[in-house]
Each structure stands twice: as structure tokens, then as C-alpha cells.
């Protein structure tokens, strides 16, 4: 009873959601509207567009805009592989990581530049901060970025059947960027830094859980009675 209810819940919530949502991303993947957040990230945006020299106001053709998402996708790869592969001698290392192996990083590279995020490694053994925060944490951003544009751009290909152009994708890719993603990690960050959330750069912890011998199986396997001692490495 509770599954139906969570489903109808899930239901109900993405139906309400769906209109003004949708409306938002109507107008931020329409360059010439406006979003409500320009005195926030409007610099920014103008501030990319010259760093690209790209001209917001000037859309490209199908296979200028496949182009320059494809190179935009190679270079974040190849920037994530080089990163991963040379960790080691890269800051915020603390734990004193070894690069990864080359197919491990190209398969780690490859997997979240195309958003599917395929983990066969263990995050907090294997990659050091500066990896976790840089190389991959910023194809969290670029990926899903790059997957909304590609779906806008379809979408502006449906509906304009003799038009020769579909967009431009980096205006689009900044724009999802600033507007849809980056409020919405904010927004969450500020929640979990609420909920007290730990995040630093120290080397790991090592914690002993100290837990009464006499406490029956049935019960411990349910509920959480411990003492925590931290020790550092």
C-alpha cells in the first residue's frame, strides 16, 4: 500500500511540476527572453560568450551544432582522462593516490562524458579529491547540460520543418548551464551544509565502532546503537 501511495505521490508531484517547469526551460533555452535571474548570472553569461566568441544572437545548422557539441564532448574527455592518469601529481591528493590505469581512465572518462556515469571503481579508494572535484564533477554539469541542448535542439528541428537552423549550441549549453543547473546545486548545497554535511580537504578518517556485544542480532540489525570514536590515520 505505502509502494502505490509513494508512486501516486511521485505521480502527482512530476504532473504539477511539468508546466512551469517546462515554461522555465521554454525561456532559458530561448536566448532573446528572460529568466528572472540576469542580475545574478547575467554577467556570467556574457562573460562565457566572449570567452567563446560566440554571438548569442547567431543560431547554427544541424551540423554545426553536432560539430561543436562533439568537440566540446571530445575535449572534456580528454581533459578528464589526462586528469585522472596523472592524479598523482596533481593537488589535493592527500591519501597519496596512484594515477589510474590507462582503460580505467578512459572508461571513467568516456562514461561520464556521455552522462551514463558507469562507476567500476570505489570513489573514496581510488580517486583523490582534486580528480572527484574537477574531472568529474564538472561532466555532472557539461553532460546533462549537453543532453538538454541536444533535446532542445531536436525539438526546434520537429517544429521548424523549413527552417535551416536548430540553435546555437553553446548559447544553449551556457544558458542550461547558469539558469537550470547551477541554481538547482546551490539551492541543494546550501541544504546539505544546513543538515551539516561534512566537506573539507583533510586526509581520511579512520572511525571504530564500538557496539554492545550483548545486544540481540534481531535488534541490531534494525536499529543503530553504537559509539563512534574517531581516530586519525
Not at 44 to 71: C, G, I, N
Not at 153 to 168: C, E, F, H, M
Request: hydrophobic share 50%.
Amino acid at each position: 500500500m505505502i509502494g502505490w501511495i509513494q508512486l501516486a505521490l511521485f505521480i502527482g508531484v512530476l504532473a504539477l511540476l511539468t508546466k512551469p517547469v517546462g515554461l522555465y526551460l521554454y525561456r532559458v533555452l530561448t536566448p532573446e527572453a528572460r529568466v528572472g535571474l540576469e542580475p545574478v548570472f547575467g554577467g556570467l553569461e556574457r562573460m562565457f560568450y566572449k570567452v567563446v566568441r560566440v554571438d548569442p544572437k547567431r543560431e547554427q545548422d544541424w551540423k554545426t551544432y553536432a560539430f561543436s557539441m562533439l568537440a566540446f564532448s571530445l575535449v572534456g574527455m580528454l581533459l578528464t582522462y589526462l586528469i585522472l592518469r596523472l592524479q598523482h601529481l596533481l593537488p589535493l591528493n592527500p591519501q597519496g593516490f596512484g594515477p589510474l590505469s590507462h582503460h580505467l581512465a578512459f572508461n571513467t572518462a568516456a562514461s561520464f562524458t556521455t552522462n551514463t556515469n558507469w562507476q567500476s571503481y570505489g570513489g573514496e579508494s581510488t580517486m583523490s579529491y582534486f580528480s572527484q572535484m574537477v574531472g568529474l564533477t564538472l561532466h555532472n554539469f557539461t553532460s546533462a547540460a549537453v543532453g538538454i541542448a541536444i533535446a532542445a535542439a531536436l525539438v526546434r528541428g520537429i517544429s521548424r520543418a523549413s527552417a535551416k537552423t536548430i540553435g546555437n549550441f553553446w548559447v544553449d549549453l551556457i544558458r542550461v548551464s547558469l539558469y537550470v543547473l547551477l541554481p538547482i546545486s546551490l539551492v541543494f548545497a546550501v541544504f546539505l551544509a544546513s543538515q551539516g554535511m561534512i566537506q573539507n580537504f583533510k586526509p581520511y578518517e579512520t572511525v571504530q565502532i564500538v557496539q554492545d556485544s550483548s545486544l540481540d542480532s534481531t535488534l541490531a540489525s534494525t536499529q543503530v546503537i553504537a559509539q563512534v570514536r574517531w581516530h586519525r590515520k
